[in-house]
Every structure is written in structure tokens, then in C-alpha cells.
């Protein structure tokens, strides 16, 4: 079975503040997927970053940033500068080799950047 | 390119009754999946769809059920509503079954049964 856990219910920072996401899945898949994606107030989940089992590179992009370790199945993801557009819930989820439709997703974080 | 599109995008229903919702997938995919989201158990797995085909089920009762037409949209319907079933209900769309697919999140229906 496969599992994903975000602890972090709620983060409130104030703007500027760098923030990351915790992230930590468990699975017997040894091919496996790991998504992050956003739900802003309006309420459609947007994609943000995939990632195989088989590519630990971090990646960095504008101001969001992943850390992918195999080590502490963990898949973090962090806001540098956070702003206030950047107030959402964030969900990490987790599909196998085949199946993507049937992802697990996290409980989500609730992410507040105040001004 | 189009995205996902839910209809209708609010619904309030009586306890007892049943409810269809409707999702177009983005021109081009052929898988279609669904989740409830409720405040309290999170985004929940239902089904997936690929070629008029359920690939995959979650942990549903009976009453859930959907279908997948020949052009990728597909249907939910929930028979014989309860209080419970009251939720988000989010349909996402990807190219096929790899699991290597992003999903494409529709705006979701939001269901209120009384």
C-alpha cells in the first residue's frame, strides 16, 4: 500500500519568509512517481513538479525548489521569498509505475503568507 | 488548449436522491479519474477511466459509480445520497495510464446533500 504523509496541517509566514513543505511517502513500488501540486482558493489543484524514483535532482525553479531523497523517503518542496499569491493548500502525492490517475495524495498544507 | 470541465459546478440535493456530474477531459487524453475532497479525509481516490474501461476503483461503496464515453468525458453518478457524501468532488484528466502523468484538475462540483 502505499502512503503519503504532509505533517504540517498549517504554515503561516509573513511575506519574503522562505518556507518548505514536508513530504514523506512510503511504498514497495521500486518505479514510482512523486507529484506536488497547488489548490489556491478557487479550488483547482494545479501541477507543480513530477519526479521518478530513478532522478534524485533537486530542482530549483523561480522561487519554488524540491528535495527529492530516497534515503528518508522524503520529497520536500520550498518557497524562497514567499509571497502572498503563494497562500494555498499543497498536496504531494504518489502513483506507481502505471496508474497515474490513481495517485495517493497527502492530507495537504495549508500554506498562509501574510503581507 | 482547454481545460478540464466540470459541470455542474454546484449542486444541492436531498438526502435520498441520486446525482450525475459530468467532466470533459482535455482534448487529447484519454484517462479520467475522480476524488472526493472533504475537509475531513482529505482528496480520496474513487475511479479511474481509460477507453470506456474502470481501470481502477477506490474504496467506495456501490453507490458511487461512473462511466467513460467513447470521446473521454466521463460521469459520476452517486445513487441514494447521504449527509456524508456532501464534498468536492474533483475529476482529473492525464494522456494515458503511465504513472509517470501529471493530472489535469478540473474546477470540481460541489455537492451538498440535505
Known amino acids: 500500500a502505499q502512503k503519503v504523509t504532509q505533517a504540517q496541517t498549517e504554515i503561516s509566514v509573513v511575506e519574503k519568509e522562505d518556507v518548505t513543505l514536508d513530504c514523506v511517502y512510503e511504498t514497495r513500488d521500486t518505479t514510482y512517481y512523486l507529484f506536488w501540486y497547488k489548490q489556491p482558493p478557487s479550488g483547482e489543484l494545479v501541477f507543480l513538479i513530477r519526479r521518478n524514483s530513478f532522478d534524485e535532482q533537486n530542482e530549483i525553479s523561480g522561487r519554488y525548489s524540491w528535495n527529492f531523497q530516497k534515503s528518508t523517503s522524503s520529497f520536500n518542496f520550498t518557497i524562497t521569498a514567499s509571497q502572498v499569491v503563494d497562500s494555498a493548500v499543497y498536496f504531494c502525492?504518489?502513483?506507481?509505475?502505471?496508474?497515474?490517475?490513481?495517485?495517493?495524495f497527502g492530507d495537504g498544507t495549508t500554506l498562509t503568507v501574510k503581507p | 488548449k482547454a481545460g478540464v470541465t466540470q459541470t455542474p459546478r454546484y449542486l444541492i440535493k436531498t438526502r435520498g436522491q441520486q446525482v450525475t456530474l459530468s467532466c470533459s477531459p482535455i482534448?487529447?487524453?484519454?484517462?479520467v479519474s475522480w476524488y472526493q475532497q472533504t475537509p475531513g479525509q482529505g482528496l480520496q481516490f474513487l475511479f479511474e477511466?481509460?477507453?470506456?474501461?474502470?481501470?481502477n476503483k477506490g474504496n467506495f461503496p456501490g453507490r458511487f459509480s461512473g462511466r467513460q464515453f467513447s470521446n473521454s468525458r466521463s460521469e459520476m453518478n452517486v445513487s441514494t445520497l447521504e449527509l456524508g457524501d456532501s464534498a468536492l468532488y474533483l475529476c482529473?484528466?492525464?494522456?494515458?495510464?503511465?504513472?509517470?502523468?501529471?493530472?489535469?484538475f478540473g474546477p470540481g462540483t460541489r455537492l451538498t446533500v440535505t
Open positions: 477511466y481509460f477507453s470506456e474501461t474502470q481501470r
Open positions: 502525492a504518489l502513483s506507481g509505475r502505471t496508474n497515474a490517475g490513481k495517485s495517493t
Open positions: 482529473a484528466s492525464s494522456l494515458d495510464l503511465a504513472g509517470g502523468n501529471e493530472q489535469y
Open positions: 482534448s487529447g487524453h484519454r484517462s
